[in-house]
């Protein structure tokens, strides 16, 4: 990494820490204040991904000035209080923006492009949103993330492509990426991955031309590999849930050559997670039982046991995949084992996903694979009524598992009454999983269109477009 660093010839300012913000924390852990903002930010309708991370990087004073997000939500938190005084600088003083020449082409000035790489306020456009991420996001629709992404990431690309040197990135392109890996979770959370997973592959080209073009700093060449990373398992996500599985191969293994260049142990163990999950959709159960088993043995030192949790669970999916009830059985008590020790502060960001709901919609997709519908349907039914409603997808997989399994198990009008649930979630929900999911019940369900319910069923899903 020597040869991709470059050193100031004038050293930026160190920050401030926010010691008014340290204040308002008061005796709380950082973690304990993640997860108030967390449920302040549901309160108003906001999401945000915040975590002990982004609140010791907000009093350490790298975070100078909240993005439009964060900044509802903390005036929320501490009304009649401002940002000034929550310890933070104004928005105009943190944008960096400079006077254009004169000579300068109308329409050609790019956010990141221009500016001297030894800019000494280079280090204050940390987590700042752009403009262009700001107006891009602010509308909430899934289609919202193409412009995100070929906002300040995207533009390195087109400086590569026009013959332009791609400048060498500081901490204001680390935040970028940081920032597009959570609005992708947010937007995919919402909306499902069909709509999304074309659109998201320019931010993770761009990332890796950042990669290429080198940092201005250790600690931020620390942050664009992990954010590369990360964003490479998002996008390959977003491939894995719209059914393209040798894409979302592609990206995870991807993410896990990342890792393991940079020796980055939480990136690796995510990796391994998705894998193990992709290798039990593509019908490869023993790989996904290495793959889970790998991620472990990577994940241990990390100290998460909620991590752990999931891992175990991921271990599962690969035993009822080859029919092995027993290691099955003993992976699902090690993972509600962990679960139940709780939260800490070692749970990774990307994990908000995973409480008690996706737990129990993990076992039921087990007992479903091991062919044990009433107890699949048991555990599919606690997921749906627990899942907290901003991750309406994960609530349309539930449901749609649910539907399924009470199909499979002789309740055929239960089980129409849960699908056409889920096929008022598809306009919302984009999502092939789920789409192939109800195709699947609809078939189940063809013989008994007789009973209460499932003409009715059977008739929405055959006029309910699918999505391409």
Do not use: K
């Not at 995207?154 to 680390?174: I, Q, S």
């Not at 664009?224 to 393209?244: C, F, M, N, P, Y």
């Amino acid at each position: 990494m020597a040869s991709s660093m470059v050193t100031s010839s004038q050293p930026p300012t160190p920050p401030r820490p926010n010691l008014a913000f340290r204040r308002l924390r008061g005796q709380r852990s950082p973690a304990e204040f993640a997860a108030a903002v967390r449920r302040a930010a549901r309160e108003i309708g906001e999401s945000v991904s915040c975590d002990a991370r982004y609140v010791g990087r907000v009093e350490a004073g790298e975070i100078r000035c909240p993005n439009y997000a964060y900044e509802r939500v903390f005036l929320h938190m501490f009304p009649g209080r401002t940002l000034s005084d929550l310890g933070f600088a104004s928005r105009a003083s943190v944008r960096g923006r400079r006077g254009r020449p004169t000579s300068e082409t109308p329409g050609t000035n790019e956010p990141y492009d221009t500016q001297d790489t030894h800019d000494p306020d280079e280090t204050y456009d940390d987590y700042e949103e752009s403009d262009v991420l700001r107006r891009a996001f602010m509308t909430g629709g899934g289609a919202t993330v193409a412009a995100a992404s070929l906002g300040p990431l995207g533009l390195t690309l087109d400086a590569a492509a026009a013959g332009r040197p791609v400048r060498r990135a500081g901490t204001g392109e680390a935040g970028a990426l940081e920032e597009a890996v959570r609005r992708i979770r947010l937007l995919d959370d919402r909306h499902g991955a069909d709509g999304l997973y074309q659109r998201a592959a320019a931010p993770l080209r761009a990332a890796y031309a950042l990669l290429d073009a080198g940092a201005t700093r250790l600690t931020t060449a620390d942050r664009l590999h992990s954010g590369a990373g990360e964003l490479a398992i998002s996008v390959g996500w977003l491939a894995h849930d719209s059914g393209r599985f040798d894409d979302a191969r592609s990206h995870y293994a991807e993410a896990l050559a990342t890792a393991r260049v940079t020796g980055d142990e939480a990136l690796e163990a995510h990796a391994f997670c998705n894998t193990a999950f992709l290798a039990r959709d593509a019908g490869r159960p023993r790989e996904a039982v290495r793959a889970a088993q790998a991620a472990q043995r990577v994940a241990r030192p990390l100290g998460s046991a909620r991590l752990m949790s999931l891992l175990a669970l991921r271990e599962a999916g690969g035993w009822a995949g080859l029919a092995d009830r027993t290691g099955c059985e003993q992976a699902l008590a090690r993972a509600q084992a962990y679960f139940e020790r709780g939260h800490s502060d070692a749970d990774p960001e990307w994990m908000s996903f995973y409480g008690e709901a996706e737990l129990e919609g993990l076992e039921a997709q087990c007992w479903s694979t091991l062919g044990d519908w009433r107890r699949a349907a048991r555990h599919a039914r606690r997921a749906a009524d627990l899942q907290d409603p901003h991750f309406t997808r994960n609530i349309a997989l539930y449901t749609a598992e649910l539907a399924d399994d009470l199909a499979r198990g002789g309740h055929p009008d239960e089980g129409a009454a849960a699908g056409l649930r889920v096929l008022e979630l598809l306009g919302e929900v984009q999502s092939s999983r789920i789409q192939t999911m109800l195709a699947a019940t609809a078939r189940v369900l063809l013989p008994h269109r007789r009973a209460a319910g499932v003409s009715a069923f059977l008739e929405r899903h055959a006029s309910t477009p699918r999505t391409v």
